[in-house]
């Protein structure tokens, strides 16, 4: 049953045929493929046979840096994020480097800035066998996965956190988006909030697009109207991002609440109010998804969603590993969940 | 002029002679020799035959990862640092990608978590090239400076930020530590206080040391005597500094002013002396050696000297990159120091 694809294999780019290719071909596991192509004892002379059979017919030559990939010399995994001047990046970072000092492992981070040229020229760089693992959370403007799907196919292994593309199929950490901006938005809602906001950058991520949905699903349930009007979309530089709020609380019919998706636009939040002379909670009751070490000695301190950031890298560091100590199996089709925690401070009354 | 060493080469660590080796030997520069090893016609028939007579004299084999190296080939810079939970960290780092990015270069970003067997273990890995040149930030334990040598000898152009080693013959860029430590004491000395106390981290490193000396000789020319209790060293852990700030501040005579030399730590003494129920700047004024993006917005805003951190590391990217372009030159043993601020807010009355 070879596909298409696979029959024409001089007119399609070859190579796209790796192991992984051949494994959906027969029907079997990258481990058993990558074992009968090596000729071992684990496995029975039928499947070996099938196996090399197929891969002599699709004329398959083992991929050089693929093959380096696979023996994972490099002991050093690569992390490649948006930034690092946030506490949830740098307390994850904390995490996935506890855990790979434990197994021995360099760790190298790559920043995206993002955006998503970088991010493709980074995950390309790594065809080279530079790293044996990936642990990603993708740039703002990614939308498509063909960058981290090429990578993929070349038996690299890449563990998503906190920033996820559901279609790639390995393991996801994350927290549980949805329900943490549920509940603060039920929690402004309860403090006599009736107009709340919802601040964010890039619309199109994945703990952005959850996060709206949660706070969307909390109006409802709470007889309020939906305004989209409501939704803030900051375009991710400093100076813009104060306009973008300050014009939308210079607003005769302004938020008395706000939750700030992500930890950076609090504290834009509370600069303008200091501009504006808007009192926090008096006039507007905010709350932050944040990881600020400093959310206590805030003025007032600030009410956040603190994300379970050290215990996510290392969960995801933890993946990550796991399918590294195989020669070439890769890290399961799986989504870790680990909850958030909203923290009551003053910036809700 | 042969000198012993390499005299008796057979019986020396061949690995040690290097370009760098020959070039001092010679008198000449490393430029020079390399050139006159690859028979440039740059360089005079003369200077090339004592060049060309002195490898082969010594049993001179290029080395393939020196070579390597000197081709830079990797189009990647590393940047070694302490960690990133720290916002003049990351500033910094937003300095250097802005740099490398126009370069076409790719940036690593490699953490020691101020560990010394991390940090060696990084640069020597780096001997692999990796890596076409190093921005180092030094641990909190880099006293000796072997492991830097050691690279620097592979022909590896390395630039110091921040935190330096005095001795190494390179590009370093620095602030003015001593300066903005004199003038954060002599501020909080005119605002009345009597008691002031100097709070750091990893007594060893080259800004602790200057900012230190500032501290005292501020003290000093305002005929204020200068107790070494005053001087407290915080063990560089959350919960340890917390109990060590705060041990502090029970005291009777207890300070009336604080400089804490690192960020992390004038967060620390927000949250001390709000469980003490100390008022900033009532009982207490504070100064901080900080970028923090929400010190305007702390309770109470956060006067702080504010370090040229972008800047920083803008001019150590352009000074790597200025070695980088010729192909064997290396950074210039020169020091480019760049002014902090003073930023005065309600933490000093």
Redesign the interface.
């Known amino acids: 049953m070879v596909s298409e694809c696979l029959k024409n294999h001089y007119f399609c780019d070859m190579s796209n045929i790796n192991i992984r290719a051949l494994a959906k071909e027969l029907g079997l596991s990258v481990g058993t493929v990558s074992k009968a192509l090596r000729d071992s004892h684990e496995i029975s002379a039928g499947t070996k046979k099938k196996v090399q059979d197929l891969a002599r017919k699709l004329n398959y030559v083992p991929n050089p840096y693929a093959s380096s990939l696979r023996r994972r010399k490099s002991k ?1 995994i690569a992390v490649v994020l948006p ?3 946030n ?1 949830f ?3 994850a ?2 995490g996935i ?1 506890a855990v790979a ?1 434990e197994k021995g492992y ?6 995206t ?1 993002e955006n998503l040229l ?1 991010e493709e ?2 995950l390309q ?1 790594f065809q080279s066998g ?1 790293v044996d693992g990936v642990l990603l959370s993708v740039s703002g403007q990614t939308t498509g996965i063909d960058h981290i799907r090429d990578l993929f196919a070349k038996d690299m292994p890449i563990v998503f956190f906190d920033r996820v593309c559901e279609d790639v199929e390995t393991t996801k950490v994350i927290t549980d988006d949805f329900e943490s901006a549920y509940k603060a938005t039920q929690f402004l809602i309860e403090k006599g909030c009736n107009h709340i906001g919802f601040l964010c950058i890039s619309p199109g991520l994945s703990i952005t697009i959850k996060r709206m949905q949660g706070y969307k699903k909390a109006l409802s349930d709470h007889q309020r109207a939906v305004d989209p009007s409501d939704i803030i979309i900051c375009p991710d530089d400093p100076d813009k991002n104060y306009t973008t709020i300050r014009n939308a609380l210079e607003q005769e019919d302004r938020f008395d609440g706000i939750i700030a998706a992500i930890e ?1 636009l609090s ?1 834009t939040t ?2 303008v109010c ?1 501009e504006l002379r808007l009192s926090i909670p008096g006039d507007v009751k905010v709350v932050g998804f944040s990881n ?3 959310a ?6 600030l009410t956040t969603i603190t994300q379970p950031a050290f215990e996510m890298g290392k969960a995801a560091a933890s993946a990550l590993f796991k399918a590294l100590k195989k020669d070439s199996s890769m890290p399961a089709n799986e989504c870790i969940v680990i909850p958030s925690t909203l923290i009551v401070r003053d910036s809700t009354g």
Request: glycine share 0%.
């Open positions: 050093t930034e690092v001047a506490s990046f740098s307390l970072i904390d480097e000092q360099h760790v190298l981070i790559y920043l800035h970088k020229a980074i760089d530079r950076k504290i509370y600069l200091k600020l070490s400093s206590a000695i805030l003025n007032p301190s």
